[in-house]
């Protein structure tokens, strides 16, 4: 059963940072893709970055390229997502996502296992 714990959101300031942990459990992962999505109030789920397991290959969403940061560690099983210098506008609910092959995909309907969310809200 792949379980995934998202922790680390919280209020913070327009400019700042934070880090988003993601652990995951359950299996092996080594061939997994791995994603952050995020989902303000009314809004739909869109993808912010992404990462293959296997070679730590990633992909990021236009609007956070050069500001977040997405890395894995295989002894912790664990996904971060760093998010500097941080907008107003980026509020919402970041969940983790898997799914069990080394595609990255932005569309949502592509992960099988979700987190239960981590709310992060940037004040301005």
């Known amino acids: 059963q792949v379980q995934l714990a998202e922790s680390g959101g919280g209020l913070v300031q327009a400019g700042g940072s934070l880090r988003l942990s993601c652990a995951a459990s359950?299996?092996?992962?080594?061939?997994?893709?791995m994603a952050w999505f995020r989902q303000a109030p009314g809004k739909e789920r869109e993808f912010v970055a992404g990462i293959r397991w296997a070679d730590r290959l990633t992909y990021y969403a236009t609007p956070v390229k050069g500001r977040f940061t997405i890395s894995a560690d295989n002894a912790k099983n664990t996904v971060y997502l760093q998010m500097n210098t941080l907008k107003p506008e980026e509020t919402a609910v970041y969940y983790c996502?898997?799914?069990?092959?080394?595609?990255?995909?932005?569309?949502?309907?592509?992960?099988?296992?979700w987190g239960q969310g981590t709310p992060v809200t940037v004040s301005s």
């Open positions: 359950g299996r092996s992962f080594s061939g997994y893709a």
């Open positions: 996502a898997a799914r069990p092959d080394s595609n990255v995909y932005t569309a949502a309907r592509y992960y099988s296992y």
